[in-house]
């Protein structure tokens, strides 16, 4: 689904030049949910700009669904942007004055659908996150982990095969955020359409739910598990007694 090689990236110049990706290898399967960590300042948006087509990196390569940039500037990747992928906030990013069904919907009809067509979609994706009783309801009529899922709809509205999430779960409450999380999971392991989803968190609790954890580290991505995310190198995880 996605493989990414080599990929680089400096910003500034002189003496505020700074190499954020030094040669960045990863490779994402179709159905697979991973979690991607890392320190402040460490890179991790702006590897997920640069695969989502908004941003261009210097060096390497990014083939999305045979789909190859990476270098491309963001105007020659357009269909990268309105096809393949779809994006998911902290801050929801949400039109206050527009329902739910009206939020998803829109997104599709600017990408180009009919609007009677972008609104059975929009039915169909709210469905699929669990809000057919919300669509007529504005986001301050939902709870934050409500507004966050019809950010959900719309990003995999018009089946786009891949999601990048960039800390989607920073703004909602412990169980809000494990509820996001399930519903990725769903997403991903959906026997039918099955996509892949790349997020961003800070929250190794979180992130050791997903299939697979990648560190962002000195520029290069590297497998990562639950102790190293927290910081830990001790043998017991949970306390637990058993054993
Ligand atoms: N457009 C830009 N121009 C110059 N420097 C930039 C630009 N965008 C990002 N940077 C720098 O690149 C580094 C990586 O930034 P990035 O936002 O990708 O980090 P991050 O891992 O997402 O951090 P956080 O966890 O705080 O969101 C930072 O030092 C940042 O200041
Ligand atoms: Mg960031």
């Known amino acids: 689904m ?17 190499q954020v990706l030094k040669g960045v290898d990863m490779t994402i399967q179709q159905g697979e949910m991973v979690a991607l960590m890392g320190p402040s300042g460490s890179g991790k948006s702006t590897l997920l700009n640069i ?6 990196g210097d ?3 990014i083939d999305l669904d045979g789909e190859k940039y990476g270098q ?5 990747v357009v269909n990268i942007r309105r096809e393949y992928v779809g994006w998911i906030f902290q801050d929801f ?11 998803v919907a829109i997104a599709l009809e600017l990408a180009g659908m009919p609007a009677k067509e972008a609104e059975d979609a929009a039915r169909i994706a709210l469905t699929k996150v669990g809000l057919e009783d919300r669509m007529n309801h504005i986001p301050d009529q939902l709870s934050g982990g ?42 991903c392991h959906d026997e039918v359409n099955p996509i892949s989803i790349l997020m961003v968190t800070h929250d190794p609790d979180l ?25 830990l190198d001790v043998e017991e995880q ?3 007694e058993e054993e």
């Open 2 to 18: 996605l493989q990414v090689s080599g990929l680089t990236k400096t910003f500034g110049s002189g003496s505020n030049k700074l």
């Open 51 to 56: 695969i989502g087509g908004l941003l261009s």
């Open 59 to 61: 060096g390497g390569e």
């Open 72 to 76: 491309k500037s963001p105007s020659g």
């Open 93 to 103: 990013h949400l039109l206050e004055n527009l329902t739910a069904l009206d939020n």
């Open 146 to 187: 409500q507004q966050q899922r019809v950010a959900i709809a719309r990003a995999i509205a018009g089946n786009r095969p891949f999601l990048l999430a960039d800390e989607p779960t920073g703004n909602l409450d412990i169980a809000s955020g494990r509820e996001v999380l399930q519903l990725f999971k769903d997403l």
């Open 207 to 231: 992130a050791s739910n997903a299939d697979r954890m990648l560190l962002l580290n000195d520029g290069k991505t590297e497998a990562s598990d639950i102790r190293s995310a927290w910081g």
């Open 238 to 240: 949970d306390g637990g």
